[in-house]
């Protein structure tokens, strides 16, 4: 059986949809169009089938690609049953869709959702008589709340087999086409006055602190400070949170795939190269990306939480203010805020801009973000070579990154885009309680799809990588290619770097794994005399659990010093691959941090760029990626030589190359017209 899921934006449609399907979701494109088609599993004792998420739309008009995608699927024929989900604080706007779509005799469940909200704001709502003046089934839920999913798949169940009459009063008569949208507009609202005149009682709202809250976080002088702050603490917790599960992970996992492996491969006697890929290029390299498990984890799961509460819609709101005075698209931050989880949902969020300019310029933007794959490489790098306030340079680096893409929409905005800004239209949800089981299932669904990815390209490259690295091939590439990296203060010596940039185009969560495989080649030899004694599975992990108890002791001092100027370190890596690695960067923390300013600017992963290939064509992703890698290259070797190099040339040169840059992307945009919308 197939279910639709439909609603208004912003009802909680989607925290349904996850909650009732759980992991068993997939994602894809309805056909024709890049409007995301979301399908899920619903496997349960009392139903099972397939849950067809829908775009939130208002209506099932033809104004946008949205209501099209909606309205045609519902009226193919294919999905048997449909839950409407409702925003319990604003029902009579969200009953305008359940009226057409009951016009239409679609089968149906009417959710209230959020009615905790609703009941905390003053609305009471009789779903008795709500269902007795609609003619179908309604129910009242809070999506947040436990046992939410057993209500609603119990009461799908038993709509499945119950009839349905819809209470329609006679249509209108129509006599001027012309007319008839509006004539029908009239109609349905009459008739949803009516209903709710009988279904809901609004009392005085004993909450009033939603609109002092907005009175301050969206005031024009202390919004934009406190969405730093708020970036910065949610860094902040992510790192130093997370940080207390790191060694775990980093024993546990060494134990299993490095130690352990290697144990049993030279107890089997295997030949020395296949225990040298697979047990200290492979497992070196599972090694190093499960230590980042815990602080993506955190990243998402405070995020999620801020997510919940409400806030990061009135943050929207507070940096659109910036935005716009600085003649940039208000509704571009959304895609940019997306983009600090993934390039690839961030480039198609850019979909829900009106204008495709601004759109255009979006898709230019959000690459610029810091998205989660670049966080694992921030997080080594900070730690080798910053251990005392690496939360610190990992904040800059992201606000270098927004700062960037302002100026790059900015300068394309005075330059090839000229003319009136689309208005940023947004509503604004209820304040809400963060639900902490939301937020971590949330997490845990964006954490699991982070290791599936990263795993399926981490594992054949790490192999690759060890064969190449045993037959000294990958040394003479990364030899050949190191000099174009030279400038920034990477030497001969540092070919490791040069791979794992090569690496970072199939997916920047390679960057670590290879940087772990490379660098901690020299330690081979110590960790095998190590190995050679008798290996104790159970010995190491009771070592990774008491770290769990070392570490959140220290969280207290942490706490006391958030800038870390007291010194703290987030991670704790072998010192092995920490001294190779700083070796290898001859010790210099500039061309450490020149490196991450790469990193961050330089072209974004081949599904990054396919996805904004297939948003706005070939010829402008390529020249975004030129704009930012050679911007990338730019300012790495300006930092790095003004720090620490002192060579006027290659300061010159970087500075000709970045005008030069600026100016031919200006040319070419003018005079091919690739930038305009009707071309």
């Given at each position: ?47 099972n ?14 104004w ?24 319990s604080?604003?029902i009579?706007?969200n ?49 947040l709340?436990?046992?939410s ?14 009839e349905?009459?819809p ?38 709202s ?31 917790l992510?790192v ?5 599960f ?78 716009r ?33 601004d ?9 610029f ?47 090839v ?45 790490m ?13 003479t ?5 190191t ?69 959140a ?40 941090f ?17 996805v ?17 890698t ?50």
């Open positions: 059986m197939i279910i639709a899921i439909a609603g208004n934006p912003n009802c909680g449609k989607s925290t349904i949809f996850n909650l009732l399907t759980g992991g068993r979701q997939r994602v894809g494109n309805w056909p024709g169009v890049t409007v995301d088609k979301k399908m899920g599993e619903i496997k349960h004792p009392k139903l089938a397939t849950l067809v998420d829908l775009p939130g739309t208002y209506d099932l008009g033809t946008s690609e949205d209501e099209r995608v909606a309205r045609d699927y519902l009226f193919s024929g294919e999905p048997q049953f449909l839950i409407n989900v409702l925003d604080t604003n009579e706007r009953l305008y869709l359940t009226t057409v779509l009951q016009e239409k005799g679609i089968k149906m469940l009417v959710v209230l959702n959020m009615i905790d909200v609703a009941n905390r704001d003053g609305i009471s709502i009789n779903t008795e008589q709500l269902e007795k003046e609609l003619g179908v089934p309604v129910m009242a839920v809070s999506a709340q436990s046992g999913k057993n209500k609603i798949i119990s009461k799908v169940a038993d709509a499945l087999l119950q349905q009459n209470i329609l009063p006679p249509p209108p008569l129509i006599e001027n086409e012309e007319e008839k949208d509006e004539i029908l507009a009239e109609w349905r609202y009459n008739r949803i006055e009516s209903i709710v005149a009988k279904s809901v009682a609004k009392g005085v004993p909450y009033k602190a939603g609109d002092k809250i907005d009175k301050f976080i969206m005031n024009k002088y202390i919004g934009l400070p406190l969405f730093l702050f708020v970036m910065y603490l949610l860094f902040w992510a130093h949170v997370g940080g207390v790191i060694d775990f992970f980093d024993i546990a996992f060494g134990a299993i795939f490095v130690d352990g492996l290697r144990y049993v491969l030279t107890n089997i006697n295997a030949p020395e190269s296949v225990i040298s890929i697979l047990a200290d290029g492979v497992g070196s390299g599972i090694q190093a990306l499960s230590t980042f498990f815990p602080i993506i984890f955190s990243l998402f799961f405070f995020m999620g939480l801020l997510e919940n509460s409400g806030y990061i819609s009135r943050a929207a709101f507070v940096v659109d203010r910036i935005m005075s600085i003649g940039l698209p208000g509704k571009a931050f959304i895609p940019m805020l997306i983009g600090f989880g993934c390039s690839v949902p961030a480039i198609m969020a850019t979909r829900s801009l009106e204008n495709k300019r759109k255009i310029l979006s898709v230019f933007m959000v690459p973000m810091s998205c989660g794959a670049r966080l694992p490489v921030y997080i080594v790098i900070t730690s080798a070579f910053f251990p005392h306030n690496a939360q610190n340079m990992i904040f800059a680096l992201y606000m270098i990154g927004i700062f960037l893409a302002l100026v790059t929409g900015l300068l394309l905005k005075g330059t885009y000229k003319g009136n800004l689309a208005p940023f239209v947004m509503e604004l949800p209820q304040y809400h309680r963060p639900k902490i089981g939301a937020a971590a299932r949330n997490a845990f669904f964006r954490i699991r799809a982070f290791i599936r990815k990263a795993g399926k390209i981490l594992i054949p490259i192999a690759i990588l060890g064969v190449l690295n045993s037959t000294g091939v990958l040394s590439v990364g030899k050949t290619v000099p174009v990296f030279s400038p920034m203060g990477i030497s001969e010596n540092n070919w490791q770097a040069s791979v794992a940039l090569f690496s970072g185009l199939f997916a920047k969560e390679s960057i670590v794994g290879v940087m772990s495989t490379l660098y901690s080649q020299d330690a081979a030899a110590e960790a095998k005399e190590e190995t050679e004694k008798e290996f104790s599975l159970t010995e190491r992990f009771g070592e990774a659990f008491a770290s769990i108890a070392s570490n002791k220290e969280l207290g001092q942490k706490i006391t010093d958030p800038l870390g100027l007291g010194g703290s370190e987030i991670i704790d890596e072998s010192a092995s691959m920490f001294e190779q690695m700083q070796k290898a960067f001859n010790y210099s923390s500039a061309a450490a020149a490196f991450l300013i790469f990193v961050l600017l330089y072209v974004p992963c081949v599904s990054a760029v396919s904004a290939v297939r948003e706005v064509g070939f010829a402008l992703v390529i020249l975004q990626s030129l704009y930012s050679i911007l990338g290259w730019c300012l790495s070797v300006i930092c790095y030589q003004v720090a620490e190099g002192h060579s006027l040339p290659f300061i010159a040169m970087a500075v000709v190359v970045l005008f030069a840059t600026v100016f031919g992307v200006i040319f070419y945009a003018k005079k091919s017209g690739r930038f305009n919308p009707f071309v």
